[in-house]
Each structure stands twice: as C-alpha cells, then as structure tokens.
C-alpha cells in the first residue's frame, strides 16, 4: 500500500517535471524561430527601403516647352562644326524661352525657374538644333529634363503640408508645376542619363557609367593579377610544397591575411603603391593591384579546397603511367580542379567589387565627371560613387545613391549566379 | 622604344626561336621523337623561358628604375651654385625643373634649366637605347644558347619544370610579401609619428583633435593626439553589434543545424548568405538613411536625446552584417559535433533543448568561442558603417544615444583628400592602423587557434 503510493507519487513527479522540460524545450525552439525571423526581417528591411528609395532613380520626367530659337544667338554656320556649336549661347535661349512661357518678368522669378527647368536642357535644345538647323528662327516645342527638385514633386516626394520656407519648391514653383501637369507638357521616361556620364553636382544629371567603367577596368587588373598568382600559389601549396616551417608560416600567413581589415590593405597601397612606386592617385590599375592583395587569400584557400577535392587515384594513375609531377598536376588534377577555383574567384571578385575603404585610402574619392579610358586615368568605382552620393546635400541625391546600390546588387548577384551555375554544372562527386 | 613595344618584340623573337627550336628537334630525331628525352614542345618551352624570361625582366627594371637614376645624373648637371642650394630649396628647384619638362614654364626659363633639359632629355632617349639594345641582345644569347644546347640527351623537361616550379613558389611568397608590406608600411610611418608625440601620449591620452596649424604661432596649433576616444568609441559599436550579432547568430545556427528540416535549411541558408554577400557601403547606407533616423524619431518620443549619429544605429547595422558570419561559423561547429553525443543524450532520455544545452553547446564552446573572436575582430576593423553612420567628433562616453567616432572612421576622415605625407596628421592614420592591425591579429590569431585546436579534437 505504502510502496504503491510511494510509487504513484514518482509518477506524478517525474510527469510535472516532464511537463516543465517540454515547455523548456517548445520555449527554446521558439528562440530559435526568433533568431532565425529577425535575421530575415532585417534582410526584408533592408532590400525593401533600398528598393522603395531606389526605384524613382530609374525614371525622370521630362516636360515640354517651347523654345525660340534666335537666329541673333544661334549662327547656322557654327551648327557644323562641334567647337564652334559648343560656344553657342544656350543658356540664353533657354533662360528666354521659359521665362516667356510661364510669363515670369522679375529677376527672382526667373531665378526660381532654375529649380524647374534642368541645365541639362541647353544640351538637349543643342542636339536638337544641331540636327535640324531649319528651326533656327522659328519656335519648336521640345521636351526636356526637369530639375532634380521638379522631378521629385512629380514624383510626389515633395511633402506640400510643410511651411513653405521649409520646402525645396516656393508655393509659385509649385503652382507653375501644377501648370505643366494641367497642360500635359509632363510626362515620365526611362533615366537614360543615369546610365550615362559621370557624377555631377547636379542630381539630374548625375551618371553612373563613369563609375561602372572603373569598377570594370579595376576588376580586370583584380582578375588578371589574382587569378594566375592565386592558383599558382595554392597549386605549390597543396600538390609541391614541403611540409616543414616555411610552408607552414605560409599557410599562418594567408589565413591571417584573409581576416585582416580591408581598410589596412588601403593603408599598404598608400604607403607603398602610391607613394614609393609613385604610381598615379585614383587610378584603376593601383584600385586593381590592391584588391588583387585582399581577395588572394580567398582565391587561395577556396582554390586549396578545390584541388584537395580531386581524387588522389587520379594522381596516382597519371604518375603510374610514367608523368612527371609537373604533368600529372597540370594534365590532369588542375583541369578537374578548375570549375573549382573559377567559383571562388568569382565569389573573390565579387567581395572586390563591393569593397570601398581600401579605395578611399587610395584616392578613388576623387570627383569624376568624365568616363575613364585607361587602366591610368583617374576614375572612381560603384561602391565609392555610392558612398559620395551618399554624402551629398541634395535630397535628389538619396534615390541616386539606393539606384546606384540596386546596379551595383544586380552586378553581384549575376556573379554569385554565375559562381552557383558553375558549381551546380561543373562539380563532380567522386 | 616604349616597354610595351620592347616587351612585344622581345615576345616575337622568343616565339620566332621557340618554333626554329622545335624544328630543330624534330629534324635531329627525325623519325625517332622517342629517341630525345624531352618531348619537342618542352624544348620550345625551354627556348621561349630562356630567351624570354631575363630579357623581359632586365627591360622591365631598367625601365622602372630608368626615371630615379636620370634625375640623379640630371642634377649633376646643374650649375655649382644650384647644388649647393640647402636641402628645401633644392626641392622646390627641383619641382620648377619638373614642371619645365613637363611644359609648364612661367616666363622665360633659366639658361642652366634649359641646358639640364636637354642633357635629360638626350639621356633619356640613351637609356630607351639602352634597354632595347640590351633587352635584345639578351633575347638573342637566349635563343643561341637554347638552340645550341639541344641535343637527345638535354634534359628540356626537367628544366621548364624547375623554372615553373620557381614561378609557383614566388607566387606563394606574395602572401608573405603582402604580409611584410602592410607591417613595414604601416610600422614605419608610426614610428615616425611615434618619435613627434609620445607613444603613452597617443595610447593613454584621453582629447583626440588631430588639427594641427599651418604656421607653428597659429593658436591652437598643437594638435592632440590621444586615441582612448576612438578605442572606447570603437569599443561600444563593436559590443552593441555584438550583443545584435551573437544571440540572433548563435539561435539561427541553432535552429538551422539541429530543428529545421532539409527543406527549410536550403531555403534559410542562402538567404543568411545574401545578408553576407551585401557590401558594407550598403549596410552604412541603410544605417544612415533608415535606421538612425527610425531611432532618432522613436526616441525623440520617448523622451530620449538620440543623435543622429548615434552609435546604437551604427552598431545595429554592424551587427546585422556580423550575424551570417557567426551563424555560418557556428553552424559548422555545431555539425562537427560528433553525432554519438546526440545519441548518447538522447538515450539518456534527454530532450532536444537540453540536449544541445548540456551537450552541444559545451563541446562546441571553443569553436563557437572562436567564431566570435573572428567576429569581433571584424566589427572592429568594418570601416564603411562606421563612416557613414556613426559620428567623427571624439567624445569620451558610454552612451549609446551619443555620437561617437572609431578608429577606423579617425583614418578615413585623415587620409581622405589632399594630404602631404610627412604631417603628423597622415602619420597619426597610420599609427592607428598598426594599432587596429594589432587588435586584429592577436585576436584573428587567437581565435584560428582555438578553432583549429578545436577541429583536430573531433577529426
């Protein structure tokens, strides 16, 4: 009786405290869909704010007003000929032209028509003159780009319910705005601007070929350099190399190296590309050697990873059929090893290309406007051109700046898709 | 000659010397290739390196070193009373004389530059000369003595096997090259720096402003040089982006490696990668154009004082960035876990939590221990966040409200720009790299340690 109580009450113990150990364990898991959620909603965050600011830099309105063309300003003859046509007083004919359109006759007034007509049009008004020079003397209706501002407000990133001397448009630009829409001289087009020219100070005609250019020609150097000498150095190290100090020390080395802050490697091109070598400042071929140095020990060890893969009967078969080493590696493991050492380039290629301290330190901050054409012109790169938008005043700047970053994480996701098909094509279980 | 165009006739001579080589080769064994040690196209390897290798290197360096030694003939020529200029003027002639050749000339030049620029520039078109004829010259005993050595016995494979083997090896040294670089580099400017202020000065001083005055009776002009602001301030983001990173990292390792199905996982993982795969000037935009002014909003009515700059912002986003890294690192610690433990647990009627709780976590501890480390040692040396979130005045707090600035935010913000290199300004950079390279490699070191040592206890 005693012993069955005794019993009956273990049961019971044991099933309370079961009872705690499996809302321990429920509570656990629970922290683990946590952890696992908010690493998600941060992901979700992220793309979407750079998304939603991003998106409006791909298009850019236009509107259409009408221009006289002054036979006093434009002289035909100087149309032919591109110096000359470059002298021709544009400004003048825009300035006149929308002055006369929306009927502003006071000097402030015309003064605020800056914020709704972009300087870009004087170029488009040239173009247009140059390839028709029958309208010099008569009127022509022509569209043309809207200030950084204006854009926005068609965008409707202006908040209108703030005090006016708060706001980048005055209640006039805005009613002049209002006027256009009415009149349907508005309408919203591709941004092929962005794709086109360099940084600008003003944000509608900020360009980001310039940049993708140096990122390009910097990638090239990158790849060239750290491809031979990555794979030459993780073939010696896995297939040749001694075990004994030295290659040990080697090994400590490029392991270190790979945790090193990139930004140190900014201060390494400084100190030695810049100023002993005297190599040019900005340049893509010293942005390329720099990068070449960080991503060399990613490309090494994923390079390492690839050739230890290869089965060593393969090794053995080749060296039984009489091969040297020499031939055996380069014959027949290097090849299978390939596809390998291709994905982790790419993937090094790809942390290259989304890099920036290290091409502050060495000058590639500079502000260009013109498209780079050399390994040694000075140029900037996607991630540098990102962060100067960023640091601009004009608000214009901040969809400049999340269009930027959409190109520069378009970019990178066709590589690491590129490394993913490789792997998924090429990679052989054995 | 220009070195591309020397470097591409020196290529056509190896190629035109390789193809007589192996045309020689075939002629010699005629129907017996069998009969020569080395295959025909080992020769014409060994005549391409041989004729190549040091006509290419000899023009290469000649003409990286052409300019240094011209400019020390050149002013061997100036006039007696310009030599004997004191050092300083000597530099500013020497600047004017460059200009002079470089066409910049204001008003009439001087007779003496006129004369030592044209003696410059008949050196210079010598030295092309020179390297040509030299270069050549070389490319020609190369192909001679390569040809001339061939016979059925000459071991060609063996030797463009040694010379490869010898390219490998360099390329093996880069690292440690690279490695010798940055330390003497980064040492020698601080040492510099080191013998203006005094190394205790910069270590324990606690006022960083590092102007210092173009003219020594300016006010203020001595700059101050104490880095405890920036090591405290670094020291905050890093443990705020920690405290982000470590629990949301160590639970999605967690429930990736020992709760999720397959299916979840290969959905899950690639999208913790893209989080690593992000660019940190992305993550440093994201900080300053959502998350600091969300805080600055949210405090602000709260009744809290948030900066704009505030270190919470900038050291949220870091830690974001951190937590694939931990979760990846963890993640495979946790797999290396032998799975007889599991089991063992299990058996013993242990639940899963408490399985991974007592069991797990401790024997993967020192691996996980290590991930951190690494993790940490990278929230220190991440610039970009820092650049564009967090702040560049020094303060010396513990708030996380506060704008504070790090020692990586100090470099780029004294290195941006024109510099001259000799201001102990540029210098003070560097020695805050030699302090940021040494936090990060005695903790890189550590930390590769304790996983290592960790690895080989499972292995």
């Known amino acids: 009786m005693n012993t069955h109580a005794s019993a009956a009450s273990a049961t019971e113990v044991v099933q309370q405290g079961l009872d705690k150990r499996y809302s321990a364990e429920s509570r656990f898991k629970i922290y683990g869909i946590l952890g696992i959620s908010i690493a998600m909603v941060f992901l979700f965050i992220l793309m979407f704010s750079i998304l939603s600011t991003g998106i409006p830099a791909f298009s850019k309105s236009k509107i259409l007003l009408p221009f006289y063309m002054d036979p006093e300003v434009i002289n035909v003859e100087d149309l032919a000929d591109p110096a000359a046509a470059r002298k021709i007083n544009l400004r003048k004919i825009v300035n006149d032209s929308k002055a006369a359109f929306f009927g502003a006759t006071e000097r402030a007034d015309k003064r605020q028509l800056e914020e709704v007509v972009s300087t870009l049009a004087q170029l488009e008004v040239l173009e247009h003159i140059r390839a028709n020079p029958e309208d010099v003397g008569q009127t022509v209706e022509l569209w043309v780009t809207a200030d950084d501002e204006a854009g926005r407000w068609y965008k409707g990133e202006v908040d209108e319910t703030l005090p006016e001397n708060r706001r980048p448009l005055n209640d006039q630009q805005i009613e002049w705005l209002k006027r256009l829409t009415a009149e349907e001289r508005v309408k919203t087009t591709f941004n092929d601007?962005?794709?086109?020219?360099?940084?600008?100070?003003?944000?509608?005609?900020?360009?980001?070929?310039?940049?993708?250019?140096?990122?390009?020609?910097?990638?090239?150097?990158?790849?060239?350099?750290?491809?031979?000498?990555?794979?030459?150095?993780?073939?010696?190290?896995?297939?040749?190399?001694?075990?004994?100090?030295?290659?040990?020390?080697?090994?400590?080395?490029?392991?270190?190296?790979?945790?090193?802050?990139?930004?140190?490697?900014?201060?390494?091109?400084?100190?030695?590309?810049?100023?002993?070598?005297?190599?040019?400042?900005?340049?893509?071929?010293?942005?390329?050697?720099?990068?070449?140095?960080?991503?060399?020990?990613?490309?090494?060890?994923?390079?390492?990873?690839?050739?230890?893969?290869?089965?060593?009967?393969?090794?053995?078969?080749?060296?039984?059929?009489?091969?040297?080493?020499?031939?055996?590696?380069?014959?027949?493991?290097?090849?299978?090893?390939?596809?390998?050492?291709?994905?982790?380039?790419?993937?090094?290629?790809?942390?290259?290309?989304?890099?920036?301290?290290?091409?502050?330190?060495?000058?590639?901050?500079?502000?260009?406007?013109?498209?780079?054409?050399?390994?040694?012109?000075?140029?900037?790169?996607?991630?540098?051109?990102?962060?100067?938008?960023?640091?601009?005043?004009?608000?214009?700047?901040?969809?400049?700046?999340?269009?930027?970053?959409?190109?520069?994480?378009?970019?990178?996701?066709?590589?690491?898709?590129?490394?993913?098909?490789?792997?998924?094509?090429?990679?052989?279980?054995? | 000659m220009s070195l591309t165009s020397i470097l591409l006739i020196l290529l056509g001579i190896a190629l035109l010397g390789s193809f007589y080589a192996k045309s020689h080769v075939l002629k010699m064994a005629g129907s017996q290739v069998t009969a020569m040690h080395s295959l025909p196209n080992h020769h014409f390897a060994y005549t391409f390196l041989v004729t190549l290798l040091p006509s290419a290197i000899v023009a290469i360096i000649w003409s990286l070193s052409e300019q240094t030694v011209i400019m020390n003939l050149v002013v061997g020529t100036f006039p007696e009373n310009i030599q004997a200029l004191p050092a300083d003027l000597m530099s500013l002639t020497m600047t004017k004389f460059q200009n002079f050749l470089n066409g910049v000339v204001f008003g009439e030049p001087d007779p003496w530059m006129v004369a030592s620029g044209e003696a410059y520039v008949s050196m210079v078109s010598n030295s092309r000369w020179g390297a040509t004829l030299v270069s050549l010259i070389l490319a020609g005993l190369g192909v001679y003595w390569a040809v001339s050595r061939i016979e059925p016995q000459f071991r060609a494979r063996n030797r463009v096997e040694t010379i490869i083997k010898g390219f490998l090896i360099v390329c093996s040294i880069v690292a440690i090259l690279t490695t010798i670089g940055i330390v003497v580099s980064v040492l020698f400017e601080s040492i510099r720096f080191f013998r203006e202020i005094s190394i205790f000065e910069f270590l324990f001083g606690t006022h960083w402003s590092p102007m210092i005055a173009m003219r020594e009776d300016q006010a203020g002009s001595s700059g101050s040089f104490g880095a405890i602001p920036l090591f405290t301030g670094t020291l905050l983001i890093s443990a705020i982006a920690m405290s982000v990173a470590i629990p949301v990292g160590l639970m999605s390792a967690i429930y990736l490696s020992e709760y999720a199905n397959q299916k979840a996982r290969s959905v899950l993982k690639p999208l913790l990668e893209i989080l690593a795969g992000i660019p940190t000037v992305v993550y440093g935009f994201f900080a300053a154009l959502t998350v600091a002014p969300f805080l600055a909003q949210n405090g602000a009515s709260l009744g809290l004082d948030v900066s704009t700059e505030s270190a919470l912002a900038a050291g949220i986003v870091m830690g974001i960035m951190i937590i694939p890294f931990i979760s990846s690192l963890s993640d495979d610690v946790i797999n290396s876990v032998p799975q007889s433990l599991r089991d063992a647990a299990y058996g013993l009627g242990a639940t899963r939590s408490e399985t991974i709780r007592q069991v797990i976590l401790p024997a993967a501890l020192p691996g996980i221990v290590g991930a951190v480390l690494l993790a940490v040692s990278r929230a220190i040396g991440e610039t970009m966040?820092?650049?564009?979130?967090?702040?560049?005045?020094?303060?010396?707090?513990?708030?996380?409200?506060?704008?504070?600035?790090?020692?990586?935010?100090?470099?780029?913000?004294?290195?941006?720009?024109?510099?001259?290199?000799?201001?102990?300004?540029?210098?003070?950079?560097?020695?805050?790299?030699?302090?940021?390279?040494?936090?990060?490699?005695?903790?890189?070191?550590?930390?590769?340690?304790?996983?290592?040592?960790?690895r080989e206890q499972y292995d």
């Open chain 1, 193 to 430: 601007t962005f794709f086109q020219g360099g940084d600008s100070r003003n944000p509608e005609q900020a360009g980001i070929l310039a940049a993708l250019k140096g990122s390009f020609l910097t990638l090239i150097v990158t790849l060239g350099l750290s491809f031979p000498v990555g794979v030459a150095a993780a073939v010696y190290l896995e297939e040749f190399a001694p075990k004994n100090r030295f290659t040990d020390l080697v090994e400590v080395n490029i392991n270190n190296l790979a945790a090193v802050p990139s930004i140190i490697f900014g201060l390494l091109g400084l100190a030695v590309f810049l100023n002993i070598f005297g190599m040019p400042r900005s340049a893509p071929v010293v942005g390329g050697l720099v990068l070449t140095l960080m991503t060399l020990p990613t490309i090494i060890i994923s390079s390492r990873a690839a050739l230890r893969a290869v089965p060593p009967s393969i090794k053995d078969a080749a060296l039984g059929l009489g091969a040297s080493p020499m031939q055996t590696v380069f014959h027949h493991v290097v090849p299978l090893a390939l596809p390998g050492m291709l994905t982790g380039t790419i993937i090094g290629l790809a942390q290259a290309l989304g890099e920036t301290a290290p091409l502050l330190m060495i000058g590639m901050v500079a502000f260009i406007v013109d498209v780079p054409q050399g390994f040694t012109d000075a140029s900037s790169v996607l991630p540098v051109q990102i962060y100067l938008w960023s640091d601009s005043a004009e608000r214009a700047f901040v969809e400049k700046t999340s269009g930027g970053i959409i190109v520069l994480l378009m970019f990178l996701i066709a590589m690491n898709a590129m490394a993913v098909l490789l792997r998924k094509k090429f990679e052989r279980r054995w």
């Open chain 2, 385 to 454: 966040i820092v650049v564009m979130a967090a702040g560049v005045a020094a303060r010396l707090t513990a708030n996380p409200l506060e704008s504070v600035t790090t020692v990586t935010v100090q470099i780029v913000k004294l290195l941006i720009g024109d510099q001259e290199f000799d201001s102990p300004k540029t210098m003070a950079a560097f020695a805050l790299g030699l302090t940021l390279l040494v936090i990060t490699l005695c903790l890189n070191i550590y930390a590769l340690h304790v996983v290592r040592k960790y």
